[in-house]
């Protein structure tokens, strides 16, 4: 069948691989969200963020409801939400989150992966200088008639900052807030009908670490798609520029 069947298979099945994986961390995003707070969107916030993270990978409807069933179950196993946090090769700072039923198993793996590629699992909260906390919204461009407007009505709803990216070819406006002001960002949002593609609690680093040629770029980025494969992680922060 030659070498273009090959390849569009291929890319077939890592389309579809990376699929199932958006699919199982947002199941778990769900499952966390019901078990601390109800089944019920329209009155746990955790859960409409979940659903709404859900939908930004696409995930069918039918599933998003079966997971929050499949949660209400009091037999289904709770997961944990742990931070990880070490070096990478070359001095770039790393925190792992983890969405897991098995701890022992998840902080296993993660040593693992800084021990094959050349980093160090660290302790809790060395990393607290390097990085802040916080909620990060992504707002489809079209969503926003003016930046400017935009800034000066949610400045009083925590909005710290906004910045305009590109995203996987879709254009983003991205809204800071603080930690603190998460929720409360959340619902100004949802009171003024802006749709948001999805939010996150995020570690945003407040400087980066420059590396000196692209083969120390590689051996860091290694260890980083090595982690981000792991199905009981959900994101990787570092401070690499």
């Known amino acids: 069948m030659g070498r273009a069947f090959e390849y569009r298979k291929a890319t077939k099945f890592a389309r579809?691989?990376?699929?199932?994986k958006q699919f199982s961390k947002a199941g778990r995003q769900i499952t966390i969200a019901v078990k601390q707070s109800g089944p019920d969107?329209?009155?746990?916030?955790?859960?409409?963020?979940a659903i709404q993270n859900a939908k930004a990978v696409q995930m069918p409807k039918d599933r998003i409801q079966a997971a929050i069933k499949k949660a209400s179950d009091k037999d289904t196993s709770n997961y944990d939400t742990i931070f990880y946090e070490g070096m990478a090769?070359?001095?770039v700072a790393v925190i792992i989150e983890t969405a897991t039923d098995n701890p022992i198993r998840t902080v296993a793996n993660v040593r693992s992966y800084f021990r094959k590629k050349g980093?160090?699992?660290?302790?809790?909260?060395?990393?607290?200088?390097?990085?802040?906390?916080?909620g990060v919204f992504y707002i489809p461009v079209e969503n926003i008639e003016d930046t400017d407007e935009f800034e000066l009505e949610f400045i009083d709803h925590g909005l710290e900052r906004i910045e305009k990216n590109t995203i996987e070819e879709k254009d983003f406006v991205q809204a800071f807030v603080s930690f603190e002001n998460f929720g409360k960002m959340q619902e100004a949002l949802e009171q003024k009908d802006i749709k948001v593609e999805k939010s996150e609690i995020e570690r945003i680093p407040n400087h980066h670490k420059e590396l000196d040629n692209d083969e120390?770029?590689?051996?860091?980025?290694?260890?980083?798609d090595m982690m981000e494969q792991d199905d009981d992680v959900t994101n990787v922060f570092h401070n690499l520029a």
């Not at 579809?16 to 199932?20: E, F, L, P, T």
């Not at 969107?41 to 963020?49: A, H, Q, S, Y």
């Not at 120390?216 to 980083?224: K, P, S």
């Open 119 to 134: 980093g160090s699992l660290g302790t809790s909260g060395m990393h607290n200088f390097i990085f802040d906390t916080m």
């Open 89 to 91: 090769p070359h001095g």
């Open 216 to 224: 120390q770029l590689d051996e860091v980025l290694a260890l980083i």
């Open 16 to 20: 579809w691989d990376k699929m199932a």
């Open 41 to 49: 969107p329209d009155t746990n916030i955790l859960l409409r963020r």
